[in-house]
């Protein structure tokens, strides 16, 4: 079950870019790497997900390394309405049943001020 | 497109009562999932399911039972309430994972559920 570390909390300001970095040092093989988003009083909301590389979506993109060891999401140009938890999951949904690393931690707290 | 649905959004059960949170999704997912948010933290997973009539056990499973009788909806059962158990609870859903590919979850808004 590979364990994930990510910042408690972040600040910044409207129109700037915001990278919220992850640690997962135990990735396996067959992990994904998954970004949700949670506003008070809602679910989580997907943001994006990868395996390698980078991947980019119409609202954020997904950078990492070549040994996996880590992730980083990036936000650009950030707005108010941004403000909430990022969390980030590291593992798989097996298609033969099981569902390993699908425990989220305390998320990172973003606030964006004015 | 009403995605996940759970019903009530929010239940107030004196200790030793039971409730069934419901959960229902119209998306024809194959996986479904339960999980609870406790205040400041992030989402355990209680039970899962591949599809009807399978569930299996995730992270926090005691004092809750689930069953999957149709591919839309996958209730949680509380046999008898206890304060620990006054949390936030999501239910999520998910296609079939394809072959070397994964598949994001999509969850419905919570219930909010009080034991005193």
């Known amino acids: 079950l590979a364990k994930t570390t990510q910042p408690i909390s972040m600040d910044s300001y409207e129109g700037q870019e915001v990278n919220i970095t992850c640690s997962h040092n135990?990735?396996?093989?067959?992990?994904?790497i998954t970004w949700y988003q949670q506003f008070p009083s809602q679910g989580p909301r997907f943001i994006i997900q990868g395996y390698k590389t980078k991947v980019t979506n119409e609202v954020a993109s997904l950078f990492i390394p070549a040994d996996r060891k880590s992730s980083t999401l990036s936000l650009p140009r950030v707005s108010l309405s941004d403000t909430a938890v990022y969390y980030c999951l590291v593992g798989v949904i097996a298609s033969g049943g099981g569902a390993d690393g699908l425990t989220f931690g305390k998320g990172t707290h973003l606030i964006i001020q004015p | 497109n009403a995605g996940v649905t759970q019903t009530p959004k929010f239940r107030i059960l004196k200790i030793g009562q039971s409730m069934t949170l419901q959960c229902t999704q119209d998306?024809?997912?194959?996986?479904m999932y339960w999980y609870r948010q406790d205040p400041g933290m992030g989402l355990k997973l209680i039970y899962y399911?591949?599809?009807?009539?399978?569930?299996d056990k995730g992270e926090v499973p005691n004092g809750y039972n689930v069953s999957r009788s149709t591919t839309e909806d996958f209730p949680l059962r509380l046999e008898l309430a206890a304060p620990s158990q006054t949390s936030v609870y999501f239910c999520?859903?998910?296609?079939?994972?394809?072959?070397?590919?994964?598949?994001?979850?999509?969850f419905g808004d919570g219930t909010r559920l009080s034991i005193l």
């Open positions: 135990n990735i396996a093989t067959n992990d994904y």
């Open positions: 998306m024809n997912h194959n996986y």
């Open positions: 399911s591949v599809g009807a009539g399978i569930t």
């Open positions: 999520a859903s998910s296609p079939r994972p394809g072959q070397g590919s994964n598949q994001p979850q999509h």
